[in-house]
């Protein structure tokens, strides 16, 4: 059974750098699929933030690409979300997923979500 | 990039129901890669249905997508108390990935 957990601070004050980490069990990311980033302010929608492939592949949200960096350990099996220069706009649950059919594909297996709150 | 408008904002209807969601593509979606979410308060997304009309591992039969081009519909054919929930559609394919803003099925 996949499984996919994130971690990393709750709290970061504005102009601050979101730094998060998604750990994966039951599956080597070395083995293949697209792993991806998407998030959801409170009581609103989901966003796309991006993918990666474990050769080290990137692709990102246009609207977010300018502050985005996603990254990959494999000798860890985990991979990692750098959101720079954040204000309250990126107050949100910050979810890591599997991804099928590609870099732009579906998310089968989902981590259970980390708020990050920013605020000074 | 593709936008999904989806519709009603709200559904109330009553457990034993039948629920039809629809979502709208701003343009014609490729080989119909299009899925549907659900997420219920506290927890993750659930995928149910992608490329329109294939449900995923574990879905029971009463959900069911259909569609193609720029429109698509999720249908519910008779609801149980867990499905009471908010449903996304997503378009994935090249160049990008987009969600609607989702559509909040609740108990009426």
């Known amino acids: 059974q996949v499984q996919l957990q994130e971690s990393g601070p709750g709290l970061v004050k504005p102009s601050e750098t979101l730094s998060l980490t998604c750990a994966v069990s039951?599956?080597?990311?070395?083995?293949?699929?697209?792993w991806g980033w998407i998030r959801q302010p409170p009581g609103k929608g989901l966003e796309w933030i991006g993918s990666i492939y474990h050769s080290g592949s990137t692709y990102y949200n246009p609207s977010l690409k300018s502050r985005v960096t996603i990254s990959v350990d494999t000798s860890k099996n985990q991979f990692s979300l750098k959101l720079s220069s954040v204000t309250a706009a990126d107050t949100a649950v910050y979810y890591c997923a599997r991804i099928r059919f590609g870099e732009f594909g579906i998310f089968d297996y989902w981590g259970q979500g980390t708020l990050v709150t920013v605020s000074s | 990039e593709i936008v999904l408008t989806q519709s009603p904002g709200t559904l109330s209807l009553s457990p034993g129901e039948r629920a039809t969601l629809s979502c709208r593509a701003s343009q014609s979606v490729s080989s119909s890669y299009l899925a549907w979410y659900q997420q219920k308060p506290g927890q993750a997304p659930r995928l149910l249905i992608y490329g329109a009309s294939t449900r995923a591992t574990g879905i029971p039969d009463r959900f069911s997508g259909s569609g193609s081009g720029t429109d698509f519909t999720l249908t519910i054919s008779r609801l149980e108390p867990e499905d009471f929930a908010v449903y996304y559609c997503?378009?994935?394919?090249?160049?990008?990935?987009?969600f609607g803003q989702g559509t909040r099925l609740e108990i009426k």
């Open positions: 039951g599956y080597s990311i070395s083995s293949g699929y697209y």
């Open positions: 997503q378009h994935y394919g090249s160049p990008s990935i987009t």
